[in-house]
């Protein structure tokens, strides 16, 4: 189990790190909007992350007669969610490395130019930045930034482990096809 734990831990991290990579580094200068970066990097999450799915049905299948449980299912799941958010941590750190890792001040100077433009009062301007300063400190300490970078992506994998769990754990549901 713990090999294929890994394969496709480390299959769910290439197909999540890859695209954060590239996307971090070839698309600084013109990144596409807030929502549509957004879309595009939960996307790519939920398409890494069907590897758990796959992972725990072809576990059942093949090693345990075509029955799991929903406990031993789910830890594979989260083992797997884990590698891959660990993938996604490591590309992230890489990306600010490459850019310089000032990401906070990228991202600030981008917020406060599209809430002027929306209208926001000098008050609304200025707690938005006193809040941006504030982050910018936090995200300097490297513990404080891991921890974020895994919130953005854990509960994905672990929603994903979850709903591959309940599922698979019915030997009814997509049963191993036998050879005929």
Known sequence: MQRIILTYG??????VAIPLFL?????????????VRMAIGYLIMLIAFTAIFVA???HRDENCGGVIRFLP?????L????????????????VLATNG??????????MLE??????ATPGE???????????????????????ITLTEVLPIGLLVALVAALLLRNPRFMPARTAE
């Open 23 to 35: 996307m971090g580094t070839l698309m600084v200068d013109n990144p596409p909007s807030g929502w």
């Open 73 to 77: 299912a789910l830890g594979m799941g």
């Open 10 to 15: 480390v299959i769910a991290g290439f197909v």
């Open 125 to 147: 301007l200025a707690a938005l930045q006193a809040q941006m300063a504030q982050m910018h400190g936090l995200y300097a300490n490297p513990l404080f930034r891991v921890l």
């Open 56 to 58: 725990v049905k072809r």
């Open 101 to 110: 890792g000032d990401f906070i001040a990228q991202m600030s100077a981008r």
């Open 79 to 94: 083992a797997i969610a884990l590698i891959g958010s660990l993938f996604y941590v490591i590309a992230w750190e890489a």
């Open 114 to 119: 599209e809430q002027r433009a929306a209208g």
